[in-house]
């Protein structure tokens, strides 16, 4: 099986232009691509999970990645996905996050040796001048054209300001600055992505008379509704102090049935051919898959180490058996007291198993929260410094969110 052939089989793809071109270039290890990664927080998170496994895939077939960091787009903000306009950043909170990416990335995709390259539109974006910009890149983007891409459509009805329109010719010209530097003739993205990415091929070939190649990602976590990667308290981010080993193993081992062997084929390096015999599996044999993808990819992104104290600490409390060692803790001290109390909601909202008080209010109400396995319907329910002292305070939102209050006087 080819390397493109096998990217098909695990659903990875969703679109392509030129497709035998592509397919000469991934399977002869030719592709010099580009993923961009839009600054917005200090963390990636599962959103970006999926496209961190395909740079490490293709660079294994000897294909060259690079991770094209938005600190210029950043600055303007992608309108695709969105409803409203995204919070403009300063360059030195820009600048933070995309250190913070470039750590976690390098657990994914190898920097030495010029096997891999990160860059940061940043360093051409920022220095660009209007009037060449105008009189250079626009006269080949139909302004009727660009007013049909799916990006816009879902901002036209409120407002698309004339910032985010731009955001289509900046990551055009993204590609066009990539393909001149560093001879990178292909660009991966996301479904949502398809239209600044078109708009990219187009600018090389109408300005330089050369080919360059798009491919859109089958993204999992991003065209279902983007209803994968988040939790109960926001988004799955791989940043261990961000979502502990503990949760991020949790929330892979809690998939649903109908997305599990997806989630095989697509995140983790297993053969697919132990994966297609996984797909014959049915009842509680579905739990054993999820255990292999949960630990395959907390693997992945914390280590092995991290993986098997996430495992062996899932294991014990589907089990009943109270090993609590490894459970995500939140430590409270006399400043969270008031009046030498805590209520049970702020607990919840603390311990991030709701994102809001009325969140948590609602999760008690509809007998949702046990304290150390009693089930609580009370919300004016509070606790003392003694009952976290007195034994393991242990709070469980649904079925399989678990949480452990530590004190400290």
């Not at 990636?44 to 600190?71: D, E, S, T, V, Y």
């Not at 303007?76 to 990416?101: A, K, L, V, W, Y």
């Not at 657990?107 to 105008?134: H, P, T």
Request: net charge negative; glycine share 8%.
């Amino acid at each position: 099986m080819t390397l493109y052939d096998e990217l098909t089989a695990r659903g990875l793809i969703a679109q392509v232009t030129d497709e035998p071109e592509i397919k000469e270039l991934v399977n002869n290890g030719k592709a010099i691509f580009y993923i961009g990664f839009d600054p917005t927080a200090d963390s990636l998170h599962a959103g970006h999970f999926m496209a961190l496994c395909l740079m490490k895939r293709l660079q294994m077939g000897g294909n060259k990645p690079i991770a094209l960091i938005g600190g210029g787009t950043g600055m303007i903000g992608d309108p695709s996905g969105r409803t409203d306009m995204r919070q403009m950043m300063t360059p030195e909170t820009i600048q933070h996050n995309c250190d913070c990416f470039k750590r976690q990335m390098s657990r994914f995709i190898d920097f030495a040796d010029d096997k891999a390259l990160m860059v940061n539109n940043a360093d051409w974006l920022l220095d660009l001048n209007y009037i060449d910009v105008l009189r250079d890149i626009g006269p080949h983007f139909s302004v009727n054209r660009m007013l049909t891409a799916e990006c816009y459509k879902q901002r036209m009805e409120k407002g698309l300001s004339f910032l985010e329109f731009n955001y289509m010719i900046m990551q055009s010209f993204d590609f066009y600055t990539l393909f001149q530097k560093y001879g990178c003739n292909m660009q991966f993205g996301g479904d949502d992505q398809w239209s600044n990415m078109l708009g990219g091929t187009e600018l090389i070939r109408r300005k330089l008379g050369k080919d360059a190649y798009a491919m859109t990602i089958n993204l999992l976590l991003n065209s279902e509704g983007k209803k994968m990667g988040k939790t109960s308290s926001g988004a799955l981010w791989l940043d261990a102090n961000k979502t502990s080993p503990f949760d991020f193993y949790q929330y892979w081992r809690n998939v649903a049935d109908a997305d599990v062997l997806k989630c095989l084929r697509m995140l983790t390096f297993l053969p697919l051919e132990q994966i297609d015999e996984m797909d014959k599996w049915e009842g509680s044999k579905l739990n054993t898959a999820k255990e292999i993808l949960a630990y395959e990819l907390t693997n992945l992104v914390h280590g092995e180490e991290e993986a098997k104290k996430a495992q062996s600490g899932a294991r014990a409390l589907f089990s009943g058996a109270g090993n609590t060692e490894h459970m995500p803790a939140t430590e409270l001290t006399d400043h969270d007291l008031t009046d030498g109390s805590i209520d049970l909601i702020s607990l919840l909202v603390k311990s991030g198993l709701v994102k809001s008080r009325s969140e948590g209010r609602r999760a008690i109400e509809q007998g949702g929260v046990t304290v150390n396995n009693e089930k609580i319907s009370d919300i004016k329910t509070s606790y003392t410094s003694d009952d976290f002292t007195a034994t393991e305070f242990i709070i469980k939102r649904g079925k399989k969110n678990f949480h452990k209050i530590l004190y400290k006087s």
